[in-house]
């Protein structure tokens, strides 16, 4: 069985009959899909425009932290994280995305992390962590400002973020650690 059989036996998110091309599942397409180039990359033929274009205008760094890990030409561990979720409505455009490193993609979306009016960063209050990796990677992020995303290209419009404070994010934010 190959990989486009099996992701179109697994339950997915929809919107009008159009499967979410997100987390796991855009995984399985994009394998099922992807194609050699010439430099021994990926080209994910149905996505690679969309995603070039929201790595591009962070340049290909998470906006939380920094990470920007690759191997050779290809980002490893970055992914482009919808702010206003695309099953519930959210487009698929720069404006309504961000540059995540894996780690704080997971957090973003479970609600640990969110991003304010003022473009910073919410840590929740109900997160708990007490290993000095959860203070260094998740705790010590409140109140920092977010890193991009480059000078011309837009930042992530105020209503999704205004979605995913009310939607996703748990509790209130803690206040901001000292540097």
């Known amino acids: ?51 070039q274009r929201l790595l591009t205008a962070y340049e290909y760094r998470c906006t939380f932290c920094g990470y920007d890990g ?7 561990g970055l992914e482009a994280a919808h702010v206003r979720w695309w099953a519930l409505g959210g487009p698929d455009e720069v404006e309504n995305g961000l540059c995540l490193c894996s780690l704080h993609h997971k957090l973003f979306d479970k609600g640990v992390l969110g991003v304010d009016d003022g473009q910073r960063i919410l840590v929740s209050q109900r997160f708990v962590g007490h290993s000095p990796a959860a203070r260094e990677h ?31 994010f748990h509790g209130e934010p803690r206040p901001a650690t000292a540097v």
């Open 70 to 76: 690759r191997i050779g030409a290809v980002p490893v």
């Open 1 to 51: 069985m190959d990989w486009l059989e099996r992701a179109a036996k697994l339950r997915q998110w929809t919107r009008s009959g159009t499967r979410a091309p997100h987390k796991p599942l855009l995984l399985l397409y994009a394998l099922g899909r992807f194609q050699a180039d010439a430099d021994g990359g990926l080209r994910y033929t149905a996505v690679e425009k969309d995603l």
């Open 138 to 168: 998740v705790t010590a992020l409140a109140g920092r400002p977010l890193i991009g995303p480059q000078p011309g290209a837009r930042p992530v419009a105020a209503a999704h973020l205004d979605w995913h404070a009310r939607q996703v």
